[in-house]
């Protein structure tokens, strides 16, 4: 955990400490590397959905040529993620569906209605024969539209559409080579705090996808 994060998870153990003690021990340690760009104030401001549900996010990553395809589906409000599949090939539409389908599984257990979808343009979402031809559908998008979901393509060149996922991946990156299975590594990062909810709660993305349930 970052100083910040580990602030608050040692206050919902009921421990006290400094952030700026935290911060001092982790650098010395050397787990903590200043980085003056991240320190710079953001360009964007981050958006978010209000509703579990109102929107999930999908992209595909590979941590490096030695290591298997990953697809996963999380969802905007709670950050948390609703499936994840790998495979040693890269995916396909069939993949895509798949695993959607299994995302929307997930977000029945908690009586979640997935709405809108957002995607990169790869090909095992998006048909790029498009630009040749509107009417054009890949069988993902096709798989959507009988679904009733609005899918919402990112822009070109433009990866902050999706950057939920896009962050998410670096923690892919350090952490999911610690655990025996995806389904291991996607339980133990619902089930962890996370510093865009509630902090002061040491809030994880499981409670918060509860909390965060259309009512009305």
Request: aromatic share 10%; net charge positive; hydrophobic share 25%.
């Given at each position: 955990l970052s100083p910040r994060l580990l602030y608050y998870e040692l206050k919902r153990r009921g421990l006290s400490a400094p952030k700026n003690k935290i911060y001092a021990y982790q650098k010395e340690k050397g787990r903590v590397i200043p980085n003056p760009d991240l320190q710079k104030k953001r360009k964007r401001c981050r958006y978010e959905r209000h509703h579990s549900g109102s929107l999930v996010h999908g992209d595909t990553h590979r941590t490096s040529e030695k290591h298997p395809y990953c697809l996963l589906w999380t969802d905007d409000a709670a950050r948390k993620i609703l499936s994840g599949i790998e495979s040693l090939k890269p995916m396909t539409n069939k993949d895509s569906i798949r695993s959607f389908n299994l995302?929307?599984?997930?977000?029945?257990?908690?009586?979640?209605?997935i709405f809108q979808v957002n995607t990169d343009r790869g090909p095992e979402f998006f048909s790029n024969k498009k630009e040749k031809n509107k009417d054009s559908k890949s069988e993902f998008e096709g798989h959507l539209i009988k679904k009733g979901k609005q899918h919402i393509p990112s822009r070109i060149k433009n990866p902050q559409t999706n950057g939920k996922l896009e962050r998410l991946w670096l923690e892919y990156n350090r952490h999911r080579w610690r655990f025996r299975t995806l389904k291991e590594w996607i339980d133990w990062y619902n089930n962890r705090l996370h510093g865009a909810l509630k902090l002061e709660w040491a809030e994880t993305p499981n409670e918060s996808y509860i909390r965060k349930r259309r009512t009305e």
């Amino acid at each position: 955990l970052s100083p910040r994060l580990l602030y608050y998870e040692l206050k919902r153990r009921g421990l006290s400490a400094p952030k700026n003690k935290i911060y001092a021990y982790q650098k010395e340690k050397g787990r903590v590397i200043p980085n003056p760009d991240l320190q710079k104030k953001r360009k964007r401001c981050r958006y978010e959905r209000h509703h579990s549900g109102s929107l999930v996010h999908g992209d595909t990553h590979r941590t490096s040529e030695k290591h298997p395809y990953c697809l996963l589906w999380t969802d905007d409000a709670a950050r948390k993620i609703l499936s994840g599949i790998e495979s040693l090939k890269p995916m396909t539409n069939k993949d895509s569906i798949r695993s959607f389908n299994l995302a929307e599984k997930e977000a029945d257990k908690y009586n979640v209605i997935i709405f809108q979808v957002n995607t990169d343009r790869g090909p095992e979402f998006f048909s790029n024969k498009k630009e040749k031809n509107k009417d054009s559908k890949s069988e993902f998008e096709g798989h959507l539209i009988k679904k009733g979901k609005q899918h919402i393509p990112s822009r070109i060149k433009n990866p902050q559409t999706n950057g939920k996922l896009e962050r998410l991946w670096l923690e892919y990156n350090r952490h999911r080579w610690r655990f025996r299975t995806l389904k291991e590594w996607i339980d133990w990062y619902n089930n962890r705090l996370h510093g865009a909810l509630k902090l002061e709660w040491a809030e994880t993305p499981n409670e918060s996808y509860i909390r965060k349930r259309r009512t009305e």
